[in-house]
Structures are given as structure tokens and as C-alpha cells.
């Protein structure tokens, strides 16, 4: 990690090398905590956060679903969220919001009297999955994990603890020689992979899992809305494995991967074996949208 030089510690910018907690911090031993990963890129007109409210409106989504009440408004963690990349003087960077419960008692019952904290870092960070992956497509394997059951956890809820499921899978690809996991639901069919939505692609059509089992991701939102721009039919649907391998082009969503295809999946090659006409058409808009480069969907950009 390329450290930064300031990280917003419950209202007060302090030095990155003084942003400490407790060892007996409660989160760090439940994993009860809310966090987002946002993206700030560099364009034309200057650096600007793409999505930032709908990030900040998951993230007190998140904190209502675990029961958090968050001591800073919407407002003031926007704002806070700018200061950080004004104050680490970045022009692209990788943003992480992160509400916690803090140093006061143990227990798994969190009490009223145990502080609520918030901590907002920002440093760069170049593509999730590699850039020859982006350019060329990533290799993926069917994990033996499932991902949560919506009885068991709420996957709409970007809870840190939820993430142990993610770690697992990935440990357990990577291991085997991929670059990435794809979970399926308690039911058998697919869900996403470990930190990012999945779609797939079949005769001109793109399809991806509904929010039964999977996170609610905002570039998800925005691949919906740039193939709707270009006329595709997008629908939310259940699909197994075997529709998957049929499918023409698969490609992943996520603020940390943005738009990666994949060309191979369980030892199958995905269509041609290499990214489709739509997964690029698609990733080449993505990437106009964010670095202010197209003004289509300029909404979704606050300058720094």
C-alpha cells in the first residue's frame, strides 16, 4: 500500500502514522462494522469522486441494517470524504470510509455506552484485478464456498465481518492458480464473486444475479443504465453454472475491479476466449463516464 499522509479520524485529520486503535476495539474481534470503497479519478476538467452520494447513502444503509446509529450526518461525511483526497493531495485514489465500534467492553451484545467510530482513508491504487486483466480477461473457478444465505446474513449491508466468506474463496482460487472466485447462492446458482457483481452476456442480452444474495453495487447501477444507453436489454435473473460457461462474454463489476472480463471460467473458455464487443463497449463508456471524459452521465461526478 502506498501510504497517504492524512486519514479523517471521527472529525479531525490526523497523520497516517498516528490513525491507531485499541487492540480491543470491538469490531476488530466481531466484525461488526460498515465500510465503502469509493473511486476518485483524474480528467480533463480535473479530479472528481464518481458516485459519491449513492456511496455514502450504502454506507448508512449499511450502518441502519447492522443497527449503528453514525454520529456524523450524510453532509459532513461528504465533505470529510473531500478532505481527505484535498488533504492527501491526490488526484486519483482509492477512498475507504469505515464506521466501527470502537474501545469500551466486550460482549457480543453491543451496548449504547460503546463508542461508534468513523475513520476515512485515501491512498492510490491502480486496477483490483490487474491491468491485463482488464485488457485481455481474468481466469475464474466456482469456489466450494456459497455465499451467505439471506437468513444468515443481509447482503445488502456492506458489513466488514460478511467479508471472511470473501476471503476464504479468494485463498482458495488463488491457490489453485486463478485470479478470481465466483460464489454461488445456497441454492446453486450464481451469486458474484468476492468483492464484485457479475454479468453475463448471451446473444446480444445482458443478465445478472437479482439482490436475493448479492451486494446492491453501485457500478452494477451504472452498467445497467450505460447498456440501456446503448439499446441492450438488461435483466435482473437467476442463472446456474451452465448458462454461464454458454454465455457469449462474463465480466465483473466493482469500484475496485470497474468493468474486468473474464475468458475463462472452471477451465472453460468464455465465448472466444477473450473480451466481447459489449463487455468492451460497455467498459470503454464506463471509463469515458468516471474520467469526465464523456458528459452522458456527468451527475454522477462531484469535483475535488
Request: glycine share 10%; charged share 20%; with cysteine.
Amino acid at each position: 500500500m502506498q501510504e497517504g499522509s492524512k486519514i479523517w479520524m471521527d472529525g479531525t485529520l490526523v497523520d497516517w502514522k498516528d490513525a491507531h486503535v485499541h487492540v480491543l476495539t470491538h469490531s476488530l474481534h466481531y466484525g461488526l462494522g460498515m465500510f465503502e470503497g469509493i473511486r476518485c479519478y483524474k480528467g480533463p476538467q480535473g479530479s472528481a469522486i464518481f458516485r459519491l452520494s449513492d456511496h455514502v447513502d450504502r454506507l448508512f444503509a449499511s450502518a441502519n441494517i447492522g443497527m449503528v446509529h453514525v454520529p456524523f450526518s450524510k453532509e459532513e461525511i461528504s465533505t470529510a470524504i473531500l478532505n481527505v483526497v484535498r488533504a492527501n493531495a491526490l488526484d486519483a485514489c482509492y477512498i475507504r470510509p469505515l464506521i466501527y465500534l470502537g474501545y469500551g467492553e466486550m460482549g457480543l451484545y453491543p451496548s449504547e455506552n460503546l463508542p461508534v467510530r468513523v475513520a476515512i482513508a485515501a491512498w492510490p491504487w491502480g486496477t483490483y484485478l490487474g491491468e491485463d486483466g482488464l485488457l485481455n480477461g481474468i481466469r475464474a473457478k466456482v469456489s466450494s464456498y456459497a455465499r451467505h444465505h439471506v437468513n444468515s446474513n443481509m447482503p445488502l449491508a456492506k458489513i466488514s465481518g460478511y467479508y471472511v466468506n470473501s476471503i476464504m474463496a479468494k485463498q482458495e482460487v488463488k491457490r489453485g492458480g486463478y485470479d478470481e472466485a465466483i460464489l454461488l447462492d445456497t441454492d446453486g446458482y450464481v451469486a458474484e464473486a468476492t468483492g464484485e457483481n457479475i454479468f453475463i452476456v448471451r446473444r446480444g442480452r445482458l443478465k445478472t444475479p437479482p439482490l436475493q444474495a448479492v451486494l446492491e453495487g453501485i457500478t452494477r447501477n451504472s452498467v445497467f443504465q450505460i447498456a440501456r444507453d446503448f439499446g441492450f436489454t438488461v435483466k435482473e435473473e437467476r442463472f446456474g453454472r451452465d448458462e454461464m460457461y454458454s454465455a457469449d462474454e462474463v465480466f465483473l463489476t466493482g469500484t475496485a475491479a470497474e468493468i474486468t472480463p473474464l475468458k475463462e471460467i472452471d477451465n472453460r473458455a468464455i465465448g472466444e476466449g477473450k473480451p466481447g464487443p459489449i463487455t468492451k463497449k460497455i467498459q470503454c463508456s464506463y471509463f469515458d463516464t468516471v474520467s469526465g471524459k464523456s458528459d452522458t452521465h456527468s451527475d454522477w461526478l462531484t469535483p475535488v
